[in-house]
């Protein structure tokens, strides 16, 4: 057992944490940033589902450590387990002396509660690189794979099981992607993934997973029977707040509560990514959401913020933006969906657009792009924007996220100057996010009337 010193202690190894630890040693040339986490091996999480078929081995899906070393960061691989005041108490028996402390804990996947759900050959979905080594490895033995959960992860593993000519149901308590997208944006995602031979159950809830010592089946409230010898549960994330509670942080609902500026009720200690509470970009009630997009900008906030508020946050909350791709499907959404403005009591307008995303859309790699935004009539800005369509639509989804956050108009949309080609945009007469403004322009009445 030895005890060492340290300036800054990182408690996490994904993207919050890695993100943190870099920020913090471009902002604090003479600290010391050390950071400590439990496995040897870190994965990127959102490529998770990408090690079953597109990527040859999970080591193609690993965030790596050239970056940290680079720039001095120590890395330690233990499990801290308790504090001794400013000293972290290792599982090793190792203790870190630390002045300034960042929780970037993370999150661990919600188990079912379910008659079964101990039987071998069923998973959550971890983020350990041994995990998920053995997860590809069962996936390769199976053939019926029954998917809980209708959320992007299950949908997205799905997708890559319908890779490998699996016989994949998905079921879900409500709508697939409800939380993200309005009925019509889920139901292309559903229809999509039938298309690729998925069985699509939604509305389905679950009674038992039967089999004796292994599963062998899924047995449906209805009674249904399913087939199954392989099950992955997708039924959400929880917050990692032990080691807050165990420092007697203030926590609210689950998460470690936070500060514009990421500071917990002890400010010389941070909390960052999933593990801190969010809130809504246009409500500023709690929210869920656990992205890497937003874990890695509460890290670079943090880590430039740690001894002295270098940046000033004029970030108004978490504002949700989201993509991903099933087949030949892509679909995104940033801001309100129609559903939360409505529940919100948000008054808002309505602007949809229909374009290929190539010009002419004959091209062979032409894709129809559905655009849906929605404006507040009163102040005109944006609230939210849904698209569907080809690979063009991650970067329209965020190009959209940043309209919202700027506070764009729809006439300084309709006004933007914007750069197209045959081979990469939309047409100029048509671009989607062009034309769905206009609709909503007009729906809201400005047109000149004689």
Request: aromatic share 6%; proline share 3%.
């Amino acid at each position: 057992m030895a005890t060492k010193k340290t300036d800054v202690l990182i408690i996490g190894g994904g993207p919050a944490g890695f993100t943190c630890a870099t920020s913090c040693r471009n902002t604090y040339l003479d600290k010391k940033v050390t950071l400590v986490r439990r496995d040897k091996i870190s994965v990127i999480p959102c490529g998770i589902p990408y090690v079953i078929s597109s990527l040859d081995k999970v080591e193609d899906n690993v965030l790596g450590d050239k970056k940290l070393l680079d720039c001095g960061v120590e890395i330690v691989v233990d499990e801290i387990v308790d504090f001794e005041g400013n000293q972290a108490v290792a599982a090793s028996g190792d203790k870190i002396e630390f002045e300034k402390l960042v929780l970037a804990t993370g999150s661990h996947p919600r188990k079912p509660e379910l008659p079964g759900a101990g039987l071998d050959g069923v998973f959550v979905v971890s983020k350990s690189f041994d995990f998920l080594n053995m997860l590809k490895q069962r996936i390769k033995e199976a053939k019926n794979i029954f998917i809980v959960g209708g959320g992007f992860i299950g949908l997205e593993i799905a997708d890559e099981l319908l890779k490998q000519d699996k016989n994949v149901t998905v079921c879900c308590r409500s709508c697939f992607l409800r939380a993200a997208f309005d009925p019509e944006f889920c139901a292309l995602a559903e229809e999509e993934l039938s298309k690729l031979g998925a069985t699509m159950l939604d509305g389905t809830q679950i009674k038992e997973l039967s089999g004796n010592g292994s599963v062998d089946g899924v047995v449906l409230t209805d009674g249904r029977k399913v087939d199954a010898d392989l099950v992955i549960f997708g039924i959400g994330y929880d917050a990692n707040i032990t080691l807050a509670e165990k420092l007697g942080l203030e926590t609210q609902n689950g998460f470690i509560k936070v500060d514009e500026y990421l500071r917990t009720s002890n400010t010389d200690i941070f909390a960052v990514g999933d593990c801190a509470i969010k809130r809504d970009y246009f409500a500023r009630n709690q929210v869920g959401v656990m992205l890497a997009s937003t874990a890695m900008a509460e890290g670079r906030l943090a880590g430039s913020n740690l001894y002295h508020l270098n940046v000033v946050r004029e970030f108004k909350g978490t504002l949700g933006t989201f993509a991903t791709r099933f087949g030949n499907l892509s679909i995104g959404a940033t801001g309100l969906t129609e559903r939360n403005a409505k529940k919100l009591g948000f008054n808002y307008t309505v602007g949809r657009a229909k374009a290929p995303d190539r010009h002419p859309g004959k091209l062979k790699d032409a894709s129809m792009t559905v655009m849906k935004l929605l404006f507040s009539p009163t102040s005109h800005t944006l609230l939210g924007a849904q698209v569907a369509g080809g690979k063009s639509v991650g970067e329209m989804v965020n190009i959209l996220s940043v309209m919202i956050q700027k506070g764009f108009t729809d006439i300084e949309i309709d006004t933007m100057q914007l750069g197209t080609h045959p081979l990469l945009t939309a047409s100029p007469v048509a671009y989607p996010i062009i034309n769905a403004t206009v609709d909503a322009i007009v729906k809201s009445g400005w047109g000149e009337k004689n």
